[in-house]
């Protein structure tokens, strides 16, 4: 069974930091793109950044570019986002996915193999 749990939500003033983390089980992690999106109150979700199996491709919306940081553990299984900078517009749930394909390429959220829960950040001023 696929497991990926999210953790490191929470509440930040704005220009703090948070760090997401995302512990997979059930899956070959080191064969899998990692990625993470997030989905604000009455908005659709939308991609904030991957990575691919190795790390050596890395992706972030532009929103996000300069102030987020994607990487992952292969041997922990894990992959994090570190959000530096924080503003107001980052509040959303954050959710972790996975696939073996590069997210750029999957047209269809629905076509993404496997989701996490999803954990929240408010950011406030």
């Known amino acids: 069974q696929v497991q990926l749990v999210e953790s490191g939500g929470g509440l930040v003033q704005a220009g703090g930091s948070l760090r997401l983390s995302c512990t997979t089980s059930?899956?070959?992690?080191?064969?899998?793109?990692m990625g993470w999106f997030r989905q604000a109150p009455g908005k659709e979700r939308e991609l904030v950044a991957f990575?691919?199996?190795?790390?050596?491709?890395?992706f972030y919306a532009n929103s996000v570019k300069g102030r987020f940081t994607i990487s992952r553990d292969n041997a922990k299984n894990t992959v994090y986002l570190q959000m530096s900078t924080l503003k107001p517009e980052d509040t959303a749930v954050y959710y972790c996915?996975?696939?073996?394909?590069?997210?750029?390429?999957?047209?269809?959220?629905?076509?993404?193999?496997?989701w996490g829960q999803g954990t929240q950040v408010t950011v406030y001023s």
């Open positions: 990575i691919s199996w190795r790390g050596s491709i890395t």
């Open positions: 996915a996975a696939d073996p394909r590069p997210f750029g390429t999957i047209k269809e959220e629905s076509a993404i193999s496997s």
């Open positions: 059930g899956l070959p992690f080191s064969n899998a793109y």
